[in-house]
């Protein structure tokens, strides 16, 4: 006796059911569908995350303008605000050592911090030893000259491993301005040179908000006559930590300046605290 085509599937034992079928492929189309949710989310928060980053090169890029307004005054204060969902603010002292010979001879050193933002590499990552220079974006002496050029160094940089965590990081670190200017009296010339340098100290860190707040605390002034060379020398306080040459990537770590003889030279030095998270 020979059965048609219903009746042989309705006898096949080894036939899967419609019910099991349906259940199979409901539970095929959920599994793709939450590692495609996975996925989507992994990808939003990396776009996040790389919006963030770079929204925040502004606002360290504001931080360094505002730190050569509040410098050379004291008692000014600024506060600079910012949003971050993926990283942190952090303020490293006693990072660069700069030391001012005047004619060969040690005149004095100077110590200052730098500010931070950090992104965790498994948020967002760009590749290991990238490196990014936002102000100046052409010259990386940590002495600059003229009038208009800055009194920081603002970068981009991705070193692993460190000691302190691995981070996409944005750095804003002071650097040196110099001016020079000659004045004529009636029987000699003389040659002026001034050399100004900001130093980041810790203020009072609340950690209350996300913000930064730059306050003027003091301005020590040393003069210098009858020089005709400046030499200035950059130290990595941190390099075990590895905040280091390779970290910051001055061109050079030591600077020389020949000056006509008989020059005044004038040092101009602005502590500037430093506070994160002040309300």
């Known amino acids: 006796m020979r059965y048609g085509p219903r009746q042989s599937l309705r006898r096949d034992k080894s036939a899967v059911s419609p019910a099991i079928s349906t259940v199979i492929l409901t539970a095929a189309v959920v599994v793709m569908i939450l590692v495609a949710m996975t996925f989507a989310n992994s990808f939003l928060d990396s776009r996040m995350a790389e919006n963030e980053f770079n929204t925040n090169k502004q606002f360290m890029l504001t931080t360094g303008l505002q730190m050569d307004d509040i410098a050379w005054t004291i008692g000014r204060t600024q506060t600079v605000r910012y949003s971050s969902k993926y990283g942190n603010m952090r303020f490293e002292s006693a990072t660069l050592n700069y030391t001012f010979k005047v004619d060969g001879q040690v005149l004095f050193s100077n110590v200052t911090g730098m500010i931070l933002f950090n992104i965790p590499v498994s948020t967002y990552t760009i590749s290991n030893n990238y490196f990014e220079r936002i102000s100046p974006a052409s010259n990386g002496s940590f002495l600059q000259r003229g009038t208009s050029v800055p009194v ?128």
């Open 152 to 279: 920081s160094h603002v970068f981009c940089v991705e070193k692993l491993p460190m000691s302190d965590g691995n981070y996409t990081r944005i750095v804003v670190v002071p650097s040196i301005r110099m001016l020079d200017s000659t004045i004529t009296g009636p029987s000699s010339t003389t040659t002026y040179f001034k050399f100004y340098l900001p130093t980041l100290e810790p203020g009072v860190h609340r950690y209350l908000s996300q913000s930064i707040t730059l306050t003027g605390d003091s301005i020590t002034k040393i003069v210098k006559s009858g020089v005709s060379q400046v030499e200035i020398t950059v130290d990595f306080l941190d390099a075990g930590l590895g905040f280091d040459s390779d970290f910051f990537k001055f061109e050079r770590l030591s600077e020389t300046v020949n000056l006509p003889p008989g020059s005044v030279v004038e040092f101009y030095i602005g502590k500037v605290r430093v506070t994160l998270g002040h309300v």
